[in-house]
T-cell receptor, first 116, second 114 residues
Framework: AQSVTQPDIHITVSEGASLELRCNYS??????LFWYVQSPGQGLQLLLK??????LVQGIKGFEAEFKRSQSSFNLRKPSVHWSDAAEYFC??????????????FGTGTRLQVTL | DTAVSQTPKYLVTQMGNDKSIKCEQN?????MYWYKQDSKKFLKIMFS???????INETVPNRFSPKSPDKAHLNLHINSLELGDSAVYFC?????????????FGPGTRLTVT
């Protein structure tokens, strides 16, 4: 069974500081990994994804994530956080469930608070 | 243009009522999903449809019945609403033929059962 662990429920950083959100996954094959962001009262927006190839992936809004197979991790990073980055961040692992549908399993999320 | 839309955005109703939430996507995707997000923000898949055919049914009470009139629409009907059904329900879609597995989410429907 696939699973995702986000060990940090809540993180507070100062604007301009660097950010790293942790994500560990469990999956029986090569995982498809995603980071989504949810702003208050909004739906989920895809930040970035990893399928194969370069283990450092770039996403939108200046975010990047690094896939480390040996650590079963896919941590999200940003070198300088902006106040508008305050939101809930979800890591997800996915794979093909059948020939026509995939299944995403989400972590419990990390709430990011940005102080000015 | 909104890619994945849901109506209504808010739904307040009493226990025992029957209600429906509608979802439409204009991305041309062939697979659609319903997720439930509880008060602790935990997201769990409920159903998945591909070209109007049910693919995933994650041990959801049979009071929940998805209906897909065509591949652009996936509606969720809930009978005999209970307090525990209060949550935010998200619709999503993906194009499985591209094997990308990324899902695009709607804005959510906040259901409150009183």
């Amino acid at each position: 069974a696939q699973s995702v662990t986000q060990p940090d429920i809540h993180i507070t950083v100062s604007e301009g500081a660097s950010l790293e959100l942790r994500c560990n996954y469990s999956y029986g094959a090569t995982p498809y990994l995603f980071w989504y962001v949810q702003s208050p009262g909004q739906g989920l927006q895809l930040l970035l994804k990893y399928f194969s190839g370069d283990t450092l992936v770039q996403g939108i809004k200046g975010f990047e994530a690094e896939f480390k197979r040996s650590q079963s991790s896919f941590n999200l990073r940003k070198p300088s956080v902006h106040w508008s980055d305050a939101a809930e961040y979800f890591c997800a692992v996915g794979g093909l469930l059948s020939g026509t549908a995939s299944k995403l399993t989400f972590g419990t999320g990390t709430r990011l608070q940005v102080t000015l | 243009d909104t890619a994945v839309s849901q109506t209504p955005k808010y739904l307040v109703t009493q226990m025992g009522n029957d209600k429906s939430i509608k979802c439409e996507q204009n991305l041309g995707h062939d697979t659609m999903y319903w997720y439930k997000q509880d008060s602790k923000k935990f997201l769990k898949i409920m159903f998945s449809y591909n070209n109007k055919e049910l693919i995933i049914n994650e041990t959801v009470p049979n009071r929940f019945s998805p209906k897909s009139p065509d591949k652009a629409h996936l509606n969720l009907h809930i009978n005999s609403l209970e307090l525990g059904d209060s949550a935010v329900y998200f619709c999503a879609s993906s194009q499985e033929l591209m094997a990308s597995y990324e899902q695009y989410f709607g804005p959510g429907t906040r259901l409150t059962v009183t």
